[in-house]
């Protein structure tokens, strides 16, 4: 910890951990590793940090620009943080939670433009592995292939992705029905399989057909999931991608996603990330 503790500013927020008796009672936790959870933007993080402050007290370390929130939700350990957009910004912040806050495992969350045929907006895609679509040195090396390392997919770490599934499906089965008719969505499926990354909005027909081309089984593309897993590939830190999809990359990805973001997705990331550290809260 000793990049967060030496020279950063830090700041501790109102809550029980101001006082001194709880402090001590959070001793007991101090062995347990926290789990990282970051989101691109606020709205994909629905209300994660008032339910730490409410659950534990929130202590904010201000480290390489950002906040990164340390406390408890529903009974786990969680550093929480947004990483900004694009593959670069998420790397840094990956990185980060590795470095400062060694975290056991991270968890990104928030939304995606749909690129699977059968990929509607209100879906959730869970990864299964994860691939940079805008990575090509070739000749040099296969297209998308991360140079010396000698990989294109990077594998999502199976339990965790089996969990944050299960925590959507339970979502569908539990709130499916009223959340479809309350946003005019119809009801979710959850699909699990590859996400593609890359530093581009893909907002255009001729745009997701070229991406659906070259990698047909992807189902969704966002900014900063696969780098993220090649981080966490790279130091041997579990990691897991849940994405709801908010466009389907097209024409309309613009609108559809500045709707989607403002209205749909902090209710999506509630449900879910509630559901998925309630159980493992109860590990
Ligand atoms: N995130 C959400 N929609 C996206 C899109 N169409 N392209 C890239 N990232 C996205």
Redesign the pocket.
């Known amino acids: 910890m000793s990049g967060v503790d030496g020279g950063e500013r830090t700041a501790q927020a109102g809550g029980p951990l101001d006082d001194p008796q709880v402090a001590n009672a959070q001793v007991t936790h101090v062995t347990q590793r926290p789990l990282g959870v970051l989101a691109a933007l606020p709205q994909e993080l629905g209300d994660l940090i008032e339910a730490m402050r409410a659950e534990s007290g929130v202590r904010t370390v201000i480290h390489g620009r950002r906040d990164y929130h340390v406390g408890t939700v529903h009974g786990v350990p969680c550093v929480v943080t947004l990483a900004r957009v694009g593959k670069v910004a998420a790397a840094a912040t990956v990185s980060a939670l590795i470095h400062a806050f060694d975290v056991e495992a991270v968890v990104f969350t928030?939304?995606?433009?749909g690129v699977g045929e059968q990929v509607r907006v209100g879906d959730i895609v869970v990864a299964n592995a994860l691939l940079q679509h805008d990575l090509d040195a070739s000749p040099l090396f296969p297209r998308f292939e991360v140079p010396l390392l000698g990989m294109s997919r990077f594998a999502a770490d199976a339990a965790l992705a089996a969990q944050l599934a299960q925590a959507c499906e339970r979502f569908i089965a539990d709130e499916g029905a009223a959340s479809a008719a309350r946003f005019g969505t119809r009801e979710a499926r959850v699909h699990r399989g590859l996400i593609i990354s890359?530093d581009?909005?893909?907002?255009s027909a001729a745009g997701?057909r070229a991406l659906r081309d070259a990698l047909p089984d992807a189902l969704a593309?966002?900014?900063e999931g696969a780098a993220i897993a090649q981080v966490c590939h790279e130091y041997g830190v579990p990691c897991a991608v849940v994405?709801t999809i908010?466009?389907?990359?097209d024409d309309h990805?613009p609108a559809s996603?500045v709707s989607f973001l403002t209205e749909i997705a902090g209710t999506y990331s509630n449900a879910i990330l509630t559901r998925f550290l309630k159980a493992r809260g109860e590990r």
Do not use: K, L, P, Y
């Open positions: 928030g939304v995606a433009g890359g581009q909005f893909v907002a997701v593309v966002e900014m994405r908010s466009d389907t990359a990805a996603f």
